[in-house]
């Protein structure tokens, strides 16, 4: 068998299909190359269960179903690499039998071979600091330092301790200059070019409950501001979602993986604009999965319907990169 391309040439048939295989096996690799470049993973914070007096001025919200539904969903949420907890994983961090929920949702990760990247919370270090600890590590033995760096492809995801009343003089002046070194390092590695830094306090909420925390707008917030490479500015402890932009940067507030929910101050009583599209004053449990490509991170907040089932794609947002 003949195939004509024009009148004056022919190929045989045998000819034609290898040519066609070869542009195909080409062009699929091409494809399947720049599909490996994307990384998927997750960030979550909060999910200590309440504790009975917080129940007194705070409504419960079968929590404990909230944080199960979240971690059943990032489980089975295809692609995902990674999860980074912001803190605030217990209520208590002491005490072993605090963990026995959080040690059963963080195994259904790990035996689908997703590490856990965790921040140091309030209650983490509740209620005697050396004992926290020591169920902390137990938990997460390769964690070191309460703060360090995890690099995925293009990303690097810098995981801070905002906990600086629990943190001596020498941990804090050692944790300030590892964050500056480790940034100005990450300015200058061309594999690199965008920073995530996450930690507990948050810099920016309309929280009621919480104050937004000096600390971290003092030490933390201008080195991530002054990061050309600086896109991504994550943190918790207040129980809810928030949106904010600070000289053109993101600030995301993730609080809600379980807590008791937080009213927020809204309309012209906010202490700062945020960009949430949907403006209740209690906002529902969620996580965030973050997807990064060379030139694109996003962002979409899944958040959990009524059901305490399903979630649904409460907010998107999409930062361009540079190569």
Same mark, same amino acid.
Request: net charge neutral.
């Given at each position: 068998?003949?195939?004509?391309?024009?009148?004056?040439?022919?190929?045989?048939?045998? =000819?034609?299909?290898?040519?066609?295989?070869?542009?195909?096996?080409?062009?699929?690799?091409?494809?399947?190359?720049?599909?490996? /470049?994307?990384?998927?993973?997750?960030? $979550?914070?909060?999910?200590?269960?309440?504790?009975?007096?917080?129940? &007194?001025?705070?409504?419960?919200?079968?929590?404990?179903?909230?944080?199960?539904?979240?971690?059943?969903?990032?489980?089975?949420?295809?692609?995902?690499?990674?999860?980074?907890?912001?803190?605030?994983?217990?209520?208590?961090?002491?005490?072993?039998?605090?963990?026995?929920?959080?040690?059963?949702?963080?195994?259904?990760?790990?035996?689908?071979? &997703?590490? &856990?990247?965790?921040?140091?919370?309030? !209650?983490?270090?509740?209620?005697?600091?050396?004992?926290?600890?020591?169920?902390?590590?137990?938990?997460?033995?390769?964690?070191?330092?309460?703060?360090?760096?995890?690099?995925?492809?293009?990303?690097? $995801?810098?995981?801070?301790?905002?906990?600086?009343?629990?943190?001596?003089?020498?941990?804090?002046?050692?944790?300030?200059?590892?964050?500056?070194?480790? $940034?100005?390092?990450?300015?200058?590695?061309?594999?690199?070019?965008?920073?995530?830094?996450?930690?507990?306090?948050?810099?920016?909420?309309?929280?009621?409950?919480?104050?937004?925390?000096?600390? $971290?707008?003092?030490?933390?917030?201008?080195?991530?501001?002054?990061?050309?490479?600086?896109?991504?500015? &994550?943190?918790?402890?207040? !129980?809810?979602?928030? !949106?904010?932009?600070?000289?053109?940067?993101?600030?995301?507030?993730?609080?809600?993986?379980?807590?008791?929910?937080?009213?927020?101050?809204?309309?012209?009583?906010?202490?700062?604009?945020?960009?949430?599209?949907?403006?209740?004053?209690?906002?529902?449990? !969620?996580?965030?999965?973050?997807?990064? /490509?060379?030139?694109?991170?996003?962002?979409?907040?899944?958040?959990?319907?009524?059901?305490?089932? =399903?979630?649904?794609?409460?907010?998107?947002?999409?930062?361009?990169?540079?190569?």
């Amino acid at each position: 068998m003949e195939v004509i391309l024009n009148q004056n040439s022919k190929i045989s048939f045998k =000819t034609f299909l290898k040519q066609i295989m070869f542009v195909f096996v080409i062009c699929f690799s091409n494809f399947k190359a720049q599909d490996s /470049t994307t990384i998927r993973f997750g960030f $979550v914070s909060d999910t200590q269960q309440p504790i009975w007096i917080e129940k &007194i001025f705070l409504k419960a919200n079968h929590n404990l179903k909230a944080t199960n539904a979240i971690f059943s969903s990032l489980s089975n949420n295809e692609g995902i690499s990674s999860l980074f907890h912001l803190g605030d994983i217990t209520a208590i961090g002491m005490f072993n039998g605090e963990w026995e929920e959080m040690d059963q949702n963080f195994s259904m990760l790990r035996k689908k071979n &997703i590490p &856990i990247y965790p921040a140091m919370g309030n !209650h983490d270090y509740y209620i005697f600091k050396s004992y926290a600890l020591e169920q902390f590590r137990k938990r997460f033995p390769s964690v070191k330092k309460t703060w360090y760096v995890v690099k995925l492809n293009n990303v690097a $995801v810098l995981i801070l301790n905002s906990n600086f009343s629990r943190l001596s003089d020498s941990e804090i002046e050692e944790q300030k200059k590892w964050y500056s070194n480790t $940034v100005e390092e990450l300015e200058k590695n061309d594999s690199i070019n965008t920073i995530i830094v996450g930690v507990h306090h948050s810099p920016f909420t309309n929280s009621k409950v919480i104050d937004p925390s000096e600390d $971290v707008q003092n030490n933390f917030v201008p080195q991530f501001l002054k990061s050309k490479k600086g896109k991504l500015f &994550i943190s918790g402890h207040a !129980h809810t979602f928030e !949106h904010f932009k600070r000289n053109g940067k993101d600030f995301l507030v993730i609080g809600g993986g379980g807590g008791l929910q937080h009213p927020l101050l809204t309309g012209n009583s906010q202490l700062w604009k945020d960009l949430f599209p949907i403006p209740t004053s209690v906002r529902m449990f !969620h996580y965030l999965v973050c997807e990064a /490509t060379e030139t694109q991170l996003s962002l979409k907040v899944m958040m959990l319907n009524q059901d305490f089932k =399903t979630f649904f794609l409460a907010d998107e947002l999409n930062l361009e990169l540079s190569n």
